[in-house]
């Protein structure tokens, strides 16, 4: 079975702090996603990798930023906190990067991150 | 541009009747489809996807899905549903020809089936 980890279930942070939020996946996919969740919104996408080091804007990226330094692991950055960052923030990951695929997200149990 | 609506917010049935969950997309090019189930406090699961042919589709724990390319819906179904079928069900859809599987999600229906 494919998992995907989050680092934090919960957390709770003040404006202004810098956030990290770490996924991992076993898998060994070369895709990988984060979306943040909110009600009536559904999912919308932040960023995506396809590859180390490799990364692309999704629909909502502005105060965010990633990092994939090894395959296994994406790293959401909120480098400065604000309120209306207070999510549920959900990592996946996928297997091929062809354009093609007919592969499915895997997704990890969420954190759920709330900024004082 | 992909976009996904799901019309209910919510969706009320009672144990043992049939569900359908409503989805209708669109896409410039064929859809790839997927639904996916969040129990409460949990990651999406995934539960079936339509890539091509037959247009039902069967997935998890009982549930099926009919692709309509006419009136561009998918929507999700099950004959009997089941309490503990309760939970927010996501649509997501994706254009064959788009490039890294980015996925589309729609807002969620949440499924209240009551004993």
């Known amino acids: 079975d494919v998992k995907v980890t989050q680092s934090s279930r919960y957390l709770v942070k003040r404006t202004g702090e810098k956030v990290f939020l770490e996924c991992v996946q076993d898998?060994?996919?070369?895709?990988m996603f984060w979306y943040r969740q909110d009600p009536g919104l559904g999912l919308r996408l932040i960023y995506f990798s396809y590859d180390v080091k490799m990364k692309e804007k999704g629909d909502i990226p502005e105060g965010y930023s990633v990092s994939r330094e090894k395959k296994e692991r994406f790293s959401l950055i909120l480098e400065s906190a604000s309120t209306n960052q207070t999510s549920m923030y959900l990592c996946a990951s996928s297997l091929s990067s062809d354009l093609t695929s007919k592969e499915t997200q895997y997704f990890g149990p969420g954190t759920r991150l709330l900024v004082l | 541009a992909q976009s996904v609506a799901q019309p209910e917010d919510q969706v009320n049935v009672a144990e043992g009747n049939p569900l359908t969950v409503k989805c209708t997309y669109s896409?410039?090019?064929?859809?790839?489809l997927f639904w996916y189930v969040q129990y409460p406090n949990r990651g999406l699961q995934f539960l079936l996807k339509y890539i091509t042919g037959d247009n039902l589709v069967k997935g998890s724990y009982g549930f099926e899905a009919e692709f309509n390319k006419s009136q561009t819906s998918f929507h999700l179904k099950k004959p009997s549903a089941l309490v503990s079928d309760s939970a927010l069900y996501f649509c997501?859809?994706?254009?064959?020809?788009?490039?890294?599987?980015?996925?589309?999600f729609g807002t969620g229906t949440r499924l209240l089936v009551s004993p």
């Open positions: 898998m060994d996919h070369e895709n």
């Open positions: 896409v410039s090019g064929n859809p790839y």
């Open positions: 997501a859809v994706r254009d064959a020809y788009t490039g890294f599987q980015k996925l589309v």
